[in-house]
């Protein structure tokens, strides 16, 4: 027998598929389980993890920049040119991560948790939390470090068919981990940094504020970094994941469309033959006799043959019972 979720061939002595834990005979998808789209979503938190990362990026790249601008505006002594581009500078990156960055978490959310309410309807997944941590893990203080790690380590466990959790669960978690602490403490040492800078109004100031951009180039560097390889990590388990789900749906939907006119097949335990009484519905008595399976076709008379003498018939002799008969 071949299991109805991975096409592998399995023993009916077993009571699960090898390779995806299904139960032997059970299909794909439990009967009538609801099963919610992550292909669509999936992708759109992908872009949105993608843009996320790359804005931080540009908020390293503008440093340097800043650093150059400060070296330039030593010999122009333009205090105010170079304090107003150097601020638009950075705050239209940071703006826009921001921005981006709230519509990652908000997506990642929604994909976790159609991700794993799919498990649900999926016959040998072991989801070993509820579904409502994959909202709660993210928003709830000091359990927003553990359990979102939980919730998608389970779900890539079940769909991908692994016995342990994939390493790159535990690479993409540790990664922001990493980011989120890094990037508190090193922009609050910025941050204060800047705030003791002096107006520029000599070279040496100019200088100053140029080693403090070249500084804080290194500084957030390091948490950029960690931001990539987990936005990295999670794409890739976002479209693995999303990938075997689909797959696992797909295969459980019928081959076509049904269009009007189309033979079904009929309930197990129906012969399907003309004339045969239909199975009793749920609101028939049990025991109750089952109609006759069709009225008898009325009885059309046979001709009687005439009794008596026929008709003459010009130059034919009329025939006599019993008699020869002959023409004149």
């Given at each position: 027998?071949r299991c109805h979720?991975?096409?592998?061939?399995?023993?009916?002595?077993?009571?699960?598929?090898?390779?995806c834990?299904?139960?032997?005979?059970?299909?794909?998808?439990?009967?009538?389980?609801?099963?919610r789209?992550?292909?669509?979503?999936?992708r759109?938190?992908?872009?949105?993890v993608?843009?996320?990362?790359?804005f931080?990026?540009?908020?390293?790249?503008?440093?340097?920049?800043?650093a150059?601008?400060?070296?330039?505006?030593?010999?122009?002594?333009?205090?105010?040119?170079?304090?107003?581009?150097?601020?638009v500078?950075?705050?239209?990156?940071?703006?826009?991560?921001?921005?981006v960055f709230?519509?990652?978490?908000?997506?990642?959310?929604?994909?976790?948790w159609?991700?794993r309410?799919?498990?649900?309807?999926?016959?040998?997944a072991?989801?070993?939390?509820?579904d409502?941590?994959?909202?709660?893990g993210?928003?709830?203080?000091?359990v927003?470090?553990?359990?979102?790690?939980?919730?998608?380590?389970?779900?890539a466990?079940?769909?991908?068919?692994?016995?342990s959790?994939?390493?790159?669960v535990?690479?993409?978690?540790?990664?922001?981990?990493?980011?989120l602490?890094?990037?508190?403490?090193?922009?609050?040492?910025?941050?204060?940094?800047y705030?003791?800078?002096p107006?520029p109004?000599?070279?040496?100031?100019?200088?100053?504020?140029a080693?403090?951009?070249?500084?804080?180039?290194?500084?957030?560097?390091?948490?950029?970094?960690?931001?990539?390889?987990?936005?990295?990590?999670?794409i890739?388990?976002?479209?693995s994941i999303?990938a075997a789900?689909t797959?696992?749906?797909?295969?459980s939907?019928?081959?076509?469309?049904?269009?009007p006119?189309m033979?079904?097949?009929?309930?197990?335990?129906?012969?399907g033959?003309?004339?045969?009484?239909?199975?009793p519905?749920p609101?028939d008595?049990?025991g109750?006799p089952?109609?006759?399976?069709?009225a008898?076709?009325?009885?059309?008379?046979?001709?009687?043959?005439?009794?008596?003498?026929?008709?003459a018939?010009?130059g034919?002799a009329?025939?006599?019972p019993?008699?020869?008969?002959?023409?004149?």
């Amino acid at each position: 027998m071949r299991c109805h979720t991975c096409d592998t061939e399995t023993d009916v002595r077993t009571r699960e598929c090898p390779t995806c834990r299904t139960p032997v005979g059970a299909p794909a998808l439990h009967p009538g389980a609801r099963v919610r789209t992550v292909r669509g979503i999936g992708r759109a938190t992908s872009v949105a993890v993608a843009a996320t990362t790359a804005f931080l990026l540009l908020t390293v790249a503008v440093q340097p920049v800043n650093a150059l601008l400060a070296e330039r505006a030593a010999d122009t002594r333009d205090s105010e040119t170079f304090l107003l581009t150097a601020g638009v500078l950075e705050l239209v990156p940071a703006l826009l991560y921001q921005f981006v960055f709230l519509v990652a978490i908000v997506l990642v959310i929604v994909w976790t948790w159609r991700a794993r309410k799919n498990l649900d309807a999926f016959p040998g997944a072991g989801p070993t939390n509820s579904d409502g941590w994959a909202i709660a893990g993210w928003l709830v203080p000091f359990v927003n470090f553990v359990m979102p790690h939980r919730v998608v380590g389970n779900i890539a466990r079940e769909s991908l068919w692994r016995l342990s959790t994939p390493v790159l669960v535990h690479v993409w978690w540790g990664s922001w981990l990493v980011f989120l602490f890094a990037e508190q403490r090193f922009s609050r040492s910025t941050a204060a940094d800047y705030e003791a800078l002096p107006y520029p109004r000599t070279s040496s100031d100019f200088q100053a504020y140029a080693d403090h951009y070249l500084r804080a180039t290194g500084e957030y560097l390091v948490p950029a970094i960690f931001c990539t390889v987990a936005g990295g990590s999670l794409i890739v388990l976002i479209r693995s994941i999303s990938a075997a789900q689909t797959a696992r749906i797909e295969r459980s939907m019928p081959a076509g469309p049904i269009l009007p006119g189309m033979t079904m097949a009929g309930p197990a335990g129906t012969s399907g033959a003309p004339g045969a009484p239909p199975p009793p519905g749920p609101s028939d008595p049990a025991g109750a006799p089952a109609p006759a399976a069709s009225a008898p076709a009325p009885a059309v008379p046979a001709p009687v043959p005439p009794t008596g003498p026929l008709p003459a018939v010009p130059g034919q002799a009329s025939p006599t019972p019993g008699g020869a008969g002959g023409t004149i």
